[in-house]
């Protein structure tokens, strides 16, 4: 389950780093009175301290995001880990499941005979359903 979990960890890693959320964009101030010229270069623009703002609050976004990933990481190889051992549970579950006879499985089931029974009658008109749908669809196909 290595290169499932790898996957999952690659993919939550690519969503933090192609999505800046709002609230980093609201940090930077952009106001012309606080930040800069307008009739300067974008180089010239800005001043020291304004650009040690813009730097901090993005140094600031990168540690959150990192701990936000050092939390949600663990959880998704775990995830990823359980639902396959679980797929591989209700596998060997179910095979083993059918290869038990009617008589057992009504055993198994410790099922009121009656509710047995009606069950088989359901199963046998189920079936009769089925039979008549495919020869329906057999003479409306075939014209």
Avoid at 8 to 26: H, I, K
Avoid at 65 to 70: G, P, Y
Avoid at 76 to 102: H, N, P, W
Wanted: hydrophobic share 35%; aromatic share 10%.
């Amino acid at each position: 389950m290595r290169e499932e979990s790898k996957r999952a960890t690659l993919q939550l890693v690519d969503m933090e780093c192609g999505y800046l959320t709002v609230e980093f964009f609201r940090k930077l101030p952009q106001d012309v009175e606080k930040g800069g010229n307008p009739t300067h270069s974008l180089f010239d623009r800005y001043n020291d301290s304004y650009l040690r703002r813009v730097g901090s609050t993005v140094l600031q976004y990168v540690n959150m995001t990192c701990a936000s990933l050092r939390n949600s990481i663990p959880k998704s190889i775990v995830y990823c880990q359980v639902r396959e051992a679980k797929r591989s549970l209700l596998d060997f579950f179910f095979t083993e499941l059918g290869k038990k006879e009617s008589k057992q499985l009504s055993k198994m089931l410790d099922e009121d005979p009656a509710v047995q029974q009606r069950r088989a009658n359901l199963a046998k008109r189920l079936e009769l359903y089925r039979s008549a749908q495919h020869e329906i669809d057999a003479v409306a196909w075939s014209k």
